[in-house]
Antibody, heavy 121, light 110 residues
């Protein structure tokens, strides 16, 4: 069974930083691209970032480019999202999501439950 | 990276069929066969219903079907059931090697 468990969320002041983690199990982690997707309270889904199975290729939404870095450790079956210069509009539940493909982000098939990030002074 | 366009809401009675549209551009929906559809119940993680425009994952009811014409993809649900009431989102791969979602559609089963 595919399991994705996020951690690292919390409350942070504007301009602050957070590092999210996602522990994956139930599949061969390195065979799949992975994504971060966020959902602000009462709003729709927004893709944030994706990384290839090897970790060698990354992509970002314009809304976060330059402020976040996605990475993965295939030896630990863990996905990360380093978020810097956080803004109020970054407040959302951040979910880790497995892609159906290995080399690039083309479509998600499994989602974690998410971790809440609140940016407020 | 503009969001794909979906109707904010659709409704139907049990047993009826409904269709939800998802409109993009030639740089996303129209340019690739990588459109997916997701169902999300309140407080739950999204569930994949359709991938690569027309394909259903194992375990998803055949009442759900997908199609595409030009820059618009569609999700059709036939034989509506009360349990189908949820939010539905489309997504597409883009020319920029990113993923983009639609704004979401709230389905109400009357």
């Amino acid at each position: 069974e595919v399991q994705l468990v996020e951690s690292g969320g919390g409350s942070v002041q504007p301009g602050g930083s957070l590092r999210l983690s996602c522990a994956a199990s139930g599949f061969t982690f390195s065979n799949y691209a992975m994504n971060w997707v966020r959902q602000a309270p009462g709003k729709g889904l927004e893709w944030v970032s994706g990384v290839s199975g090897s970790g060698g290729s990354t992509s970002y939404a314009d809304s976060v480019k330059g402020r976040v870095t996605i990475s993965r450790d295939n030896s630990k079956n863990t996905l990360y999202l380093q978020m810097n210069s956080l803004r109020a509009e970054d407040t959302a539940v951040y979910s880790c999501a497995r892609d159906r493909y290995k080399t690039t982000t083309k479509g998600i098939d499994y989602w974690g439950q998410g971790t809440l990030v609140t940016v407020s002074s | 990276q503009s969001a794909l366009t979906q109707p904010a809401s659709v409704s139907g009675s049990p047993g009826q069929s409904i269709t939800i549209s998802c409109t993009g551009t030639s740089s996303d929906v129209g340019g690739y066969n990588y459109v997916s559809w997701y169902q999300q119940h309140p407080g739950k993680a999204p569930k994949l219903m359709i991938y690569d425009v027309t394909n259903r994952p194992s375990g998803v009811s055949n009442r759900f079907s997908g199609s595409k014409s030009g820059n618009t993809a569609s999700l059709t649900i036939s034989g509506l059931q009360a349990e189908d009431e949820a939010d539905y989102y489309c997504s597409s791969y883009t020319i920029s090697n990113t993923l983009v979602f639609g704004g979401g559609t709230k389905l109400t089963v009357l």
